[in-house]
Nanobody, 122 residues
């Protein structure tokens, strides 16, 4: 069984930065790829980035690459999302998710955390 717990969300002003954390536990073979998503009310979740935990290779949605950086600390079983130059349009619930085989954008993720809220004020 896989568990994912997000943390690091909060309120920040425009132009600010936040680093989100996703701590994983359970079956490591089901967490070989970890992704960060976000969702605003009334819209579908959108992928920001994913990382293959075996090699650390990142994958980004093109529009997210400039301001978001995904990274990992395998010793802590944690994947991070560094977010810079935040704007009110980045206000959303941010989720991490995991899948087993394969990693990249456009894939279905199986296990999900409960999310952490990010609010950016102008």
């Amino acid at each position: 069984q896989v568990q994912l717990v997000e943390s690091g969300g909060g309120s920040v002003q425009t132009g600010g930065s936040l680093r989100l954390s996703c701590e994983g536990s359970g079956d490591t073979s089901s967490r070989s790829c970890v992704g960060w998503f976000r969702q605003v009310p009334g819209k579908e979740k959108e992928l920001i980035a994913a990382i293959y935990t075996g090699s650390g290779k990142p994958y980004y949605e093109y529009s997210m690459k400039e301001r978001f950086t995904i990274s990992q600390d395998n010793a802590k079983d944690t994947v991070y999302l560094q977010m810079n130059s935040l704007s009110p349009e980045d206000t959303a619930m941010y989720y991490c998710a995991a899948r087993g085989q394969g990693c990249g954008t456009g894939l279905k993720f199986i296990n999900w955390g409960r999310g952490t809220q990010v609010t950016v004020s102008s």
